[in-house]
């Protein structure tokens, strides 16, 4: 289902919160999140530029300065040539229709007199952030260099937000701090659906690691109506049932873990469902021999890769009956064809749902780009980790120290 985010609430002032006269000639700096995948030189995806352009547009719309921030790779707090920003700098002129003047550094004496110089409607972008390891210290000095440039900070990059950095959390103390029009769509649905869904609410949870999404597995009991937990972390669960998983993936210093989650899921009212069935390979291949197998038939020298046609059938079926489905993690190896029917699968039933439909974490959004299915996804998070810390109910500190919305008297 497709909604427009006006629909759902937030707790953060957005820029849209702004009186006119405070964007007005005055020079906004706005964390954005400009760390896309680049070879020699070449951007291969723009999405995070795009996905920054309703908050530039619409500061560039009331008259401000736009002083544009973001991190690129990882220099390690050194200046090396293949993490300036040049290239992004291009990239966004082109998108954004007007010329984007790109400074030789994010600090300093030079980049003060070119910010106070710029006119209004002008954008320019600083130099990549992380050529100073103050920034990832969340230095005071440092976040008060950047604080000095402007006169309102805005966050739009929520891919970052689960950092406490210099340009993310420290330069907020300094600045009246706003989310920008990325982070309050991330707010809106995130938060709509962990604290407010439309149910039934539906959480397909998947991916190689237990160890990353213990956290979110038990910050989701109780909360959601179905979770469904599948990928290669099922079968950490299924080895502390004492099933045999053959070579399947498997967290063994995850299985107490997994037997106390599986202990809590008892006495939750969350219905909680693993695969039935599983395509198993005898090598970690796309030409590797295969078979489908019930969950308890996993040979011994045979891996689990993909989940099976009756797994597929029931997830299906959850998602047919669900108002609010929320998806992190693919439910195979999508990324080699043959085991990539399961993540496919649910992307394309996703789509075909008028549930809300949430999907967060760098693999599934993927699957769901991949198979051309964006538009038909309510909301397709853009950032991995950030996205998963919200769902682990943690307060990201980017998003903290933002302006709160001022309460509606009753
Ligand atoms: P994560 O970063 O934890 O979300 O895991 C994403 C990765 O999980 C992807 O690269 C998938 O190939 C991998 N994955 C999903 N299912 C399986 C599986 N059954 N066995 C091995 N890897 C898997």
């Known amino acids: 289902m497709v909604i427009s985010e006006k629909t759902v609430a937030m707790g953060k002032q957005s820029v849209k919160d702004i009186a006119a006269t405070d964007l007005n000639a005055k020079r906004v700096l706005v964390r954005v999140d400009f760390n896309v995948p680049m070879e020699a030189g070449v951007i291969t995806d723009d999405v995070r530029i795009r996905a920054a352009l309703p908050t530039i547009r619409y500061l560039i719309e009331k008259n401000s300065i736009v002083i544009l921030c973001s991190h690129f790779g990882r ?25 984007v003047s790109m400074l030789e550094d ?3 004496q030079d980049v003060e007199t070119a910010v106070h110089a710029a006119k209004p409607k002008s ?36 891919g970052t937000a689960h950092r406490a950095h210099a340009s993310t959390e420290g330069v907020a103390h300094f600045l009246p701090a706003y989310a920008g029009l990325l982070i309050e769509k991330e707010l809106a649905f995130l ?12 959480c397909i949870i998947g991916g190689a690691k237990v160890s990353t999404k213990m956290s979110v597995l038990k910050n989701l009991l109780g909360k959601v109506d179905t979770l469904i937990i599948g990928g290669g972390m099922a079968y950490t669960f299924f080895k502390a049932q004492g099933l045999q998983i053959g070579k399947s993936l498997c967290e063994d210093n995850f299985i107490e873990a997994a037997n106390l989650f599986l202990n809590l899921a008892k006495s939750s009212k969350t219905k909680v469902m693993f695969p039935v069935d599983c395509v198993v390979a005898d090598a970690f291949d796309q030409d590797a021999h295969t078979r489908l197998v ?29 108002r609010t489905v929320l998806w992190n993690g693919p439910l195979g190896v999508f990324e080699m064809d043959r085991f990539a029917t399961g993540t496919n699968e649910v992307a394309k039933a996703l789509a075909h749902s008028q549930a809300v439909t949430i999907v967060g974490g760098g693999d599934s959004a993927a ?18 980790g950030a996205s998963l810390e919200f769902l682990e109910g943690q307060e990201l500190p980017g998003i903290a120290v933002l302006k709160d919305k001022t309460p509606t008297p009753v």
């Open 75 to 99: 220099p390690k707090g050194q200046v090396k040539d293949e993490f300036r920003l040049q290239p992004i700098a291009k990239r966004l002129q082109e998108l954004l229709g007007q010329p």
């Open 191 to 202: 938060g709509q659906a962990i604290h407010q869904p439309q149910r039934p609410f539906v």
């Open 123 to 158: 954008v320019l972008l600083l130099e990549n952030l992380r050529f100073y390891k103050e920034e990832e210290d969340n230095n005071e000095v440092f976040a008060r260099k950047l604080a000095a440039l402007a006169d309102v900070y805005v966050n739009d990059a929520f």
């Open 106 to 108: 994010c600090i300093g």
């Open 294 to 322: 019930t969950i308890d038939q996993i040979p011994s020298d045979w891996q689990a890769l993909d989940c099976g046609p009756e797994t597929i059938a029931l997830i299906k079926a959850e998602i047919a009956g669900a």
């Open 367 to 384: 699957a769901i780009e991949k198979a051309g299915l964006v538009d038909k996804i309510t909301h397709v998070s853009t950032g991995g």
